[in-house]
């Protein structure tokens, strides 16, 4: 069953994985909530987060995630 649709996808270095953004229904949005994207005629396994997906670091807030 349709529950959403991704609209944006990229590779995030800092965190060695594909993240992707799209909108959901009310529904499946908390956080920890698990799908699956029909992507190229196989699914792809997501897991819902909330945002931001890496904390900020502003100066005086401690060290910088290291990116690899």
Known sequence: RKVGRITST???L???RPLA???LRRE???PGTRL???WEG???PLE???LPVIPHR???QGPAIPCP
């Open 21 to 23: 953004l799209g909108y």
């Open 10 to 12: 990229c590779r995030s």
């Open 42 to 44: 196989g699914n792809v």
């Open 14 to 16: 800092a965190l060695g």
């Open 28 to 30: 499946h949005q908390e």
């Open 58 to 60: 502003f100066p005086g």
């Open 36 to 38: 699956q994207a029909v």
């Open 48 to 50: 819902v987060t909330s």
